[in-house]
């Protein structure tokens, strides 16, 4: 029995070594968005903005965009509500230079998810050579699509995700946000999974993608991943799997979102997207999430035990102690990078089991077909399109000569 212990003991602590090292690696592997080079042509940009329930969040969101120092841009906000307080939001943008399109949205067909028919919509009017999706919630640097779109031909991406700096105000968006951005950093070999260009391995993130617009149809754009809740993992995978060129980079610096406007907001929101971010994969969501609960929450317990029930052997004591220490480390690595609040990494175990409960409402949601979103009603899927592609052995969609947008530096 001690030599299970010990084993028990030397595994957790090989693994936290482990995913220190990949945090590090990230540090370098996780570039960020390049400054802006001069082109004699700037390649057209449509920026597609879906609101629904927005109406506090859509004026500030607009004028950032709106102010872009990018000379070739149209800015496409499709209003998917009929709230009057959001149609007098919309009736206020500044659009003296008609740069802005404000377009009704369409009644969404059944077998369609809110979001994705709303960026459907908008991308069969959308005139660019590239396309922007990006959320209501966010807020840019005048100057980020200009190097968004330097990094984009930098890497020759034919799709580029950009990681924004995720806003928190209240203690509970502090305790629950970060974890999108520590498991990215942590758990994701960026350097690795852009070298394997393997369709399981790509992650993108939903609040900042730039798309050829090409490569958007050819890949079916959103019609193919309507029911697809993970519709930025799913079409960062769609990518790969028909051998065009993914990008993942940090944008913190140019990029801000307040994903929440509560604690409770942030509860339900991740309870709805977390489940869907492992393609429903029962076994590895379910192991993933007693893993993490087990390898930062046991050392506390052993503490406990050693004070106030049994004293343990120096060896433990050794053990658990290393544990906490590198847990701080590597939490502090993400917080750090993407500015969250460092003292929220000495609550590290609360937002651990925090994650815990959330992962277990979101398979109870999705398992039972009582997924809600803005109002909406979120059908329950039978078999995810991941599986489906995984199944099929990811068979390309047949390709047409692509377009070569590559501006001519001066």
Not at 315 to 330: D, V
Request: charged letters at 20%; proline letters at 5%; hydrophobic letters at 40%.
């Amino acid at each position: 029995m001690e030599t299970f212990w010990l084993f028990h003991k030397i595994s957790i602590s090989v693994f936290l070594f482990v995913i220190f090292i990949i945090n590090l690696s990230n540090l370098v592997s996780l570039k960020g968005i390049k400054e802006e080079q001069n082109y004699k042509e700037y390649p057209r940009v449509s920026i597609c903005v879906p609101v629904r329930d927005e109406k506090d969040n859509i004026g500030p969101c607009i004028q950032t965009l709106i102010s872009q120092k990018y000379p070739n841009f149209e800015l496409i906000v499709l209003h998917d509500d009929g709230d009057s307080e959001m149609e007098e939001a919309l009736s206020n943008l500044p659009n003296e230079d008609g740069k802005i399109k404000i377009i009704k949205g369409k009644p969404k067909p059944d077998n369609w998810i809110g979001k994705h028919w709303a960026c459907h919509q908008m991308s069969n009017i959308a005139d660019g050579e590239l396309i922007l999706f990006t959320d209501a919630d966010t807020r840019h640097h005048p100057n980020t699509l200009k190097n968004a779109v330097a990094t984009f031909f930098k890497y020759n991406a034919d799709f580029l995700s950009a990681i924004p700096k995720e806003e928190v105000k209240t203690f509970g968006e502090k305790l629950i946000v970060p974890i999108m951005t520590w498991s990215i950093h942590t758990f994701y070999p960026i350097g690795i999974a852009q070298k394997l260009k393997n369709p399981r391995f790509s992650l993108s993130v939903g609040q900042y993608m730039l798309i050829n617009r090409e490569v958007y149809f050819q890949i079916g754009g959103h019609e193919e991943i309507k029911q697809e809740l993970a519709d930025d993992i799913t079409l960062g995978k769609k990518i790969l799997a028909n051998g065009f060129n993914w990008r993942l980079v940090d944008g913190s610096k140019f990029i801000t979102c307040r994903m929440y406007q509560s604690s409770s907001e942030a509860y339900e929101g991740f309870s709805r997207s977390l489940f869907p971010g492992f393609s429903y994969n029962y076994p590895m969501f379910i192991f993933v999430w007693h893993w993490l609960l087990l390898i930062f929450i046991e050392p506390f317990v052993v503490i406990f035990y050693h004070f106030f029930i049994s004293p343990l052997s120096e060896l433990w004591i050794y053990f658990t102690l290393y544990e906490i220490g590198i847990s701080l480390i590597i939490w502090s690595i993400s917080y750090i990078r993407f500015r969250f609040p460092f003292y929220m990494i000495f609550f590290y175990p609360l937002t651990v089991i925090l994650a815990w409960i959330i992962s277990i409402k979101s398979i109870y949601i999705h398992k039972t077909g009582k997924v809600k979103w803005k109002g909406r009603q979120i059908m329950k899927k039978k078999k995810s399109i991941e599986k489906v592609k995984i199944e099929n052995n990811y068979r390309r969609i047949p390709q047409k000569e692509k377009k070569d947008l590559s501006p001519i530096q001066k």
